[in-house]
């Protein structure tokens, strides 16, 4: 018995040695244990393991030898230490590794302490996937998952935003009998945050009350974030007050979340007055509250403030990081100071913070927004000589530099070369090769390149049905029959023409043969009274009526103040989840005439294949629609209406052919 009391002294000795990752003076208390011939124990070479484990394998290997030497067999307690000691220095897949020598190799049962190791480490890691094949080898090994197992398992869900997955697997824990504690449901509210999902983070929050759990700082911060995100101001303030009443000391997280609700509206003066609260409280402003001010100024498009605040943030010895300086760049590129933009770009390597892709993007976009295609081009090529690979939003801003210089072949150049990268193209990507053509009024090209977005699953937004409208517009003369689909597609997704959209149509009845003033005033009365009658609008509708069209103005002035019954034309269905349908509707009039592409286009979307439209016959790159057909007369405002409700029920369902399918 007095062996073993001396062996556990040292072992005491020994665990706290590894407690504080003191491996030499670990080595001191082993070696004098073992010349004054105390015999070590299991507990002894855990420790042991545990203080060299974090040196690496071979280290944690070593010990573990000398322990089967000394005829003692490591334990689970023993691999858990090891695959403890993995996950901390983020070898997890060594951990792994250490897993299966346990159960293969030593053929012990692993208890749910090792299991939620492995689960929590792939949750911390970010990978829900990982986590979730923990969770289900823990039933394999007949081993029943705790509450810390369904935690970790629901974080990681929730920090990949996947929360249909982590609400199924709250579910499955409360069914499994465990309550669920505030930091599962904290890990749910930030979830919902970060989505900016002010809705559901307050169903979550209630739930709370009805477990009798109590909310505490991070609940009321992620539950202002939510609100910032969601661009609700008042909800963030009124969360701001519930945190306060209740008790809890808003810290530097809590008033940066209200500043940032105010700074992504624009609203400088509210900002500026919680930051002010938020200094008057004692509390140092830190990099991510300057952050937030400049994006503020950048979204009030105000340079001078944005100057004003980066002053401000050094003078309180905030070190500016590369948030800071992407800020100023964007700013003075906003500015159209692509020059000053460039400038900043030199101030921030001098200061030993790396730019990054958003920092090269934004230079890109300042000179292709331009059209100074060599220097976009110069500044792409430096980004990726500095290692930084190409995103989507780089990508679209060297397409875009060509598309202003309407060199369409080099834009599909860099398409064809951004998806032989792998980087999928996007909607800005798509839209800015349709806008290209759109402004050639080529409507053949600039279909395709419509069609070829909706076979990718993107969805159409309003940028790309103007696009395609004003692409009817610039066709000599007007793709009219088109022009009726694009708009039928536009009302059925739930989007109304805007600004943008009214003029192009009424430049499609002046350019049309013949020429449509009926059609002309007919979208006037209907789109013109909810929008601003700027001097575009006012300018397409003269040309399109050949006259000042003084009656139409006066008209439109009188239904805004209530003096007319407008008629709104039926802003559609949308599809599963609320979700725009690109599926593309039959015409909505009657006589209106079919639209042909060449039917060898038809981009090959499942294997990502690439065939330039420039490469067509150049008898064929031009839209050439029929001319001799017949509009059917012009219903009343109310049948008018009708026919974009009903007309699914009037006319038969048909797709354009030939052509890829419509989605």
Known sequence: SGATSRTCAYNTTLVSCATRGDDVEAMRVYDEMIQQNVDPDEETFNAMVHVHGSHGKSSAEAWLSKMQAHNISPTVATFTTLITDCIKRSAIDDGEQWFHVMTHQFSLTPDETCFNVLISAHAKDGNSEGARRWFDAMRVHGVAPTRASFGALIGAYSAQGAMQKAEQCFNAMCAAGFAPDAAVLNSLIAACATRGDLRTAKQWFHKLSDLNLTPNDRTYNSMINAAAKDGNTREATSWFQHMSTSGIAPDTVTFNSVISAFAS????????????????????????????????????????????????????????????????????????????????????????????????????????????????????????????????????????????????????????????????????????????????????????????????????????????????????????GEAERILADMLQAGMQPNVYTLPALLRCCAMAEPKRPDRAREWFRMFGPGLALNNHVVRALRFALGGPAREELEWARTAKTGGDQLVRPHRGNKGQNGRQSNHRTAPPFAGAPAFSRPSHYEPHMETMSYQPPSQLPRHQQQCTPARAHHFAPPPPQHQYHQQYHHHQCHHQHRMRQPGPAYY
């Open 265 to 480: 509206r624009g609203d400088i003066a509210q900002a500026q007055q919680w930051f002010q609260r938020m200094v008057d409280s004692g509390m140092q402003p830190n990099d991510r509250t300057f952050n937030t001010m400049l994006s503020a100024c950048i979204a009030r498009k105000d340079r001078d403030a944005c100057q004003r605040w980066f002053n401000r943030m050094i003078a309180s010895n905030s070190i500016p990081d590369e948030v800071t300086y992407n800020s100023m760049v964007h700013a003075a590129v906003q500015d159209g100071d692509v020059a000053a933009a460039e400038a900043w770009f030199q101030k921030m390597q001098a200061n030993g913070v790396r730019p990054n892709v958003v920092t090269y993007g934004t230079l890109i976009n300042g000179h292709a927004t331009k059209g100074n295609v060599t220097l976009a081009q110069q500044w792409f090529n430096a980004m990726l000589n500095a290692g930084i690979a190409a995103n989507g939003t780089t990508f679209s801003s060297l397409i875009n530099a060509y598309a202003k210089n309407q060199d369409t072949a080099g834009a599909e150049r860099w398409f064809a070369q951004m998806v032989r990268t792998g980087v999928a193209p996007n909607e800005v990507t798509y839209n800015t090769m349709i806008s290209a053509y759109a402004k050639q009024g080529n409507v053949t090209l600039a279909s395709a390149w419509f069609d070829r977005m909706g076979q990718s699953g993107l969805k159409y937004n309003e940028v790309t049905y103007n696009s395609m409208i004003n692409a009817c517009a610039k066709a000599k003369p007007a793709a009219m």
